[in-house]
């Protein structure tokens, strides 16, 4: 149990104190008892089994610093740092296995923690101790949902993130000959996976150097307006990087949007089949192509 | 930590690009992709380019959004100058038509989130729009 | 701003820098012309890679550009343009539609050399 210290609390308290005194006083109790106060909480959440993927030097470490910006949040009040801070805490805790559950746990039983040190200190002074937790309260609620958002935010970036890698593993731009790019698009797309495989594409396109891509649609059931236009605008692009873009796979379903919103298909370099669109390509790219008999069918 | 808010008053060509730039700076100080970051300024700079060719002189405000979950980028373009009067045919979009023609509105829509316009003949033109980060 | 240009033979080569003003870029169209014909050059390439915003009247000047060099004879091929400025570009409906591109200086020349080698 923490000690009481500092001046003991006198048996008259004063009228009018200001909350933002109280908040003074009851943040130089907790760094004056800072040791003491954090040694119990890391009991605590080593008791409720918190934090089990870490070693206790590393649960320590970081209680020693969720601890100062716990405090210093109390303080300050400028929880805009707090969310910073928890979000950098997220970022080294996240890897290492730690759940949302398990943050929130040990802010709320540093909350607990440190309201109970307050209970012992001020207990002879039923009135006073009010006025504290009136000052304590909100604030310690307001950290430990600043620092849940925080975890969250944090975790969820990750998962985008993750998905988002999944979204380009799935859908590669190869390269099947110098200068020549394939994308191959299977299934539905929507706008924002349209606009990541345009953006995709023109990187290949530098990397690779390409002059020549070739984008097959057979597998695309169906594409609406917007996607439509992602199509026109990614030749476009393709273009402005020194790109000739050969469609195929075009369905007449896709041609009449196409023509709807405005393209003339003439002008777009467009071919039945995969395999026709790969030796015009490689055509244009000055190889020979010759066709291999058709196999006789058995 | 840097400021919110930035405004730059647009009154030349040369602010134009120093608009642009400021915005890319903003958005790279909020984590937007370089990508991203390219739209913003592209954005800007059309914007900017209106108000020097239509108004003269305006301003442009760059502010850090700071959303529940997300973060990201308002630009708004402001001035005194004649204002449009027709805005539906102003944000008429003809997906295949060469850009360059007129205020290039609808581009800048495409460009970003969500976009604002508020214009009277004689009573100038605000246009704010809205990027957030994915 | 100065934008250095450079010759190779009868290919003229001028780099854009980043922030070039409205002011700039109308300089440059006089400046690139009149270097076409003091030099007689048959070709001019402009080099974009440092630009990092293309906006519309950047695209007409260099479509302007192009024009202009066609009338003295001149092809003009626009390199380096990043695949970020691309996809904005094209956002704005900016295609840059009867300028020939490529992807860098390299593929540049070796499109001029394509061309002239069929043309003569």
């Known amino acids: 149990m923490a000690k009481r210290e500092g001046t003991p609390t006198s048996p008259e308290p004063k009228r009018n104190e200001e909350p933002s005194e109280l908040l003074r006083e009851l943040v130089a109790h907790l760094r004056q008892n800072r040791t003491q106060l954090r040694e119990e909480w890391v009991v605590r959440i080593t008791e409720t089994r918190l934090l089990t993927a870490m070693t206790k030097e590393e649960i320590f470490a970081e209680a020693t610093s969720v601890y100062d910006s716990y405090v210093e949040a109390l303080e300050t009040e400028a929880f805009e740092a707090l969310q910073a801070y928890a979000r950098n805490l997220s970022e080294r805790i996240i890897p290492r296995g730690v759940e949302t559950h398990e943050v929130v746990g040990i802010v709320l039983l540093l909350r607990d923690v440190l309201a109970r040190s307050l209970f012992a200190k001020y207990q002879n002074d039923f009135k006073k101790l009010n006025r504290i937790l009136d000052a304590y309260e909100p604030a310690a609620n307001r950290i430990a949902n600043t620092v849940a958002v925080g975890f969250v935010q944090e975790r969820e970036r990750v998962i985008r993130q993750q998905q ?102 003439g002008k777009m370099n467009t071919v039945g089949d995969l395999q026709g669109g790969i030796e015009q390509a490689e055509r244009l790219l000055g190889y020979k192509v010759e066709r291999l008999a058709e196999p006789r069918s058995a | 930590m840097s400021a919110g808010e930035i405004r730059v008053a647009i009154n030349s060509d040369q602010d134009i690009v120093s608009a642009r730039q400021k915005g890319r700076v903003m958005a790279n100080e909020l984590g937007f992709s370089s990508g991203d970051a390219t739209l913003i300024a592209t954005a800007i700079s059309e914007l900017a380019r209106n108000i020097v060719s239509y108004a003269r002189k305006g301003q442009i405000t760059l502010k850090m959004l700071n959303g529940l979950n997300r973060q990201g980028i308002a630009v ?5 100058g004649p204002g449009i009067a027709d805005i539906r045919q102003a944000l008429r979009d003809g997906f295949s038509t060469s850009g360059s023609l007129g205020l290039g509105l609808p581009g800048v829509r495409r460009l970003m989130d969500e976009f604002d316009i508020t214009s009277q003949p004689g009573r100038g033109t605000v246009v704010a729009v809205k990027k957030w980060r994915q | 701003m100065e934008v250095p240009i450079l010759k190779q033979g009868s290919v003229l080569i001028a780099t854009f820098q980043a922030a070039l003003s409205d002011a700039d870029l109308n300089q440059l169209r006089m400046g690139l012309v009149q270097q076409v014909v003091k030099f007689r050059s048959r070709a001019v390439i402009v080099d974009v890679t440092a630009m990092d915003v293309m906006d519309s009247f950047a695209s007409r000047t260099l479509r302007e550009i192009s024009h202009m060099i066609r009338l003295r004879g001149a092809e003009t091929v626009i390199v380096g343009i990043q695949p970020e400025v691309a996809f904005a570009m094209v956002q704005l409906g900016l295609t840059l ?19 002239f080698k069929t043309t003569n």
Do not use: F
């Open chain 1, 164 to 265: 988002e890698a999944i979204r380009e593993l799935s859908t590669p731009v190869l390269q099947v000959r110098e200068r020549l790019l394939i994308l191959p698009i299977i299934g539905v797309i929507d706008p924002q996976r349209a606009r990541q495989l345009t953006e995709q594409l023109l990187r290949g396109i530098r990397t690779n150097r390409a002059k020549v891509v070739v984008i097959d649609i057979t597998g695309v059931a169906a594409m609406d307006v917007t996607v439509a236009n992602h199509l026109v605008q990614t030749v476009e692009a393709s273009r402005l990087l020194g790109a000739t873009v050969i469609v195929t796979g075009l369905s007449p379903e896709i041609a009449q949007t196409l023509v709807t919103i405005g393209v003339d298909l």
């Open chain 3, 97 to 115: 539609e009867g300028v020939a591109t490529a992807l860098d200086l390299e593929e540049g020349l070796a499109y001029l050399n394509e061309k």
């Open chain 2, 76 to 80: 708004i373009a402001s001035d005194d």
